[in-house]
């Protein structure tokens, strides 16, 4: 990779960093582990750079690769531990937008990974259903089904329990 290439390749990165930050923390929901995804994906975008560069729409490649990251991640046997989300200590006084925060953190927590893919995508970064199946490599159909299942188990979390 020659010096230009290299300079292109991290003005790029630094541009979508955050961006890739957040849709990674709702994917995984752990901050920790959304990093994690994004340095993985930083690196694979790197070695695969030439292909990324040269591509009709730079941004779909890239979130491919970290949407996947993040799928393969979550296949990996390290990643079945999870944090309490009880502290001894009880909580303490929180905000209301922070509780609206937690709250959807727990509402795609509650959705399968797939659908917690489709979800975030389509609604969050706002993707077609044709770009969604790309990124992820399904087909449309799937990606519909996953998107109507995902938001009515959105619903059943959300609404008020009488």
Aim: charged share 30%.
């Amino acid at each position: 990779m020659n010096k230009s290439d290299e300079e292109d390749f991290r003005v790029y990165v630094a541009a979508r960093m955050d961006q890739w930050r957040r849709t990674a923390y709702l994917l995984c929901r752990d901050w920790h582990a959304a990093d994690d995804i994004v340095s993985i994906t930083v690196g694979k975008v790197f070695e695969k750079w030439r292909m990324v560069s040269r591509a009709d729409n730079r941004d779909a490649y890239a979130q491919r690769i970290l949407t996947r990251t993040w799928l393969d991640e979550r296949r990996r046997p390290w990643r079945r531990e999870h944090a309490q989300a009880d502290l001894p200590d009880g909580p303490a006084a929180v905000l209301e937008p922070v509780m609206d925060r937690d709250s959807l953190a727990a509402a795609l927590g509650a959705l399968q990974p797939r659908q917690r893919a489709v979800v975030v995508l389509r609604y969050y970064l706002d993707y077609s259903i044709s770009e969604t199946a790309a990124v992820l490599g399904i087909a449309e159909g799937t990606v519909k089904s996953q998107t109507t299942r995902g938001l009515e188990a959105l619903r059943a979390h959300t609404s008020p329990t009488d």
